[in-house]
Nanobody, 121 residues
Framework: QVQLVESGGGLVQAGGSLRLSCAASGSIFSINAMRWYRQAPGKQRELVAAISSGGSTNYADSVKGRFTISRDNAKNTVYLQMNSLKPEDTAVYSC???????????????WGQGTQVTVSS
């Protein structure tokens, strides 16, 4: 069994910063891509940022230059540094990871429970 646990969400004023963390634990052999998604009320879930096992990254156009995704493979953790936050960044942020499970060596996708980010104007 694998769990992803997020932390770091909260309320911040426009222009401020937050850092989200997502730690994976359990029967992990290795982790491939790790991603952050967000979903605002009444909107579809969107991919915010992704990072490969080798460190290659990509971002949604709406966050380029403001958000940075990184990972610590030794800690099985992915981070999302969010700077220059805007009210339109308000959403529930969830992490997602492709985990190669230890006992089967098969890859499965796991999700965290989500963390609320609210940016006030």
């Amino acid at each position: 069994q694998v769990q992803l646990v997020e932390s770091g969400g909260g309320l911040v004023q426009a222009g401020g910063s937050l850092r989200l963390s997502c730690a994976a634990s359990g029967s992990i052999f290795s982790i491939n891509a790790m991603r952050w998604y967000r979903q605002a009320p009444g909107k579809q879930r969107e991919l915010v940022a992704a990072i490969s096992s080798g460190g290659s990254t990509n971002y949604a156009d709406s966050v380029k230059g403001r958000f940075t995704i990184s990972r610590d493979n030794a800690k099985n953790t992915v981070y999302l540094q969010m700077n220059s936050l805007k009210p339109e960044d308000t959403a529930v942020y969830s992490c997602n990871a492709g985990v190669v499970v230890g006992y089967t060596r098969s890859e499965y996708t796991y999700w965290g429970q989500g963390t609320q980010v609210t940016v006030s104007s």
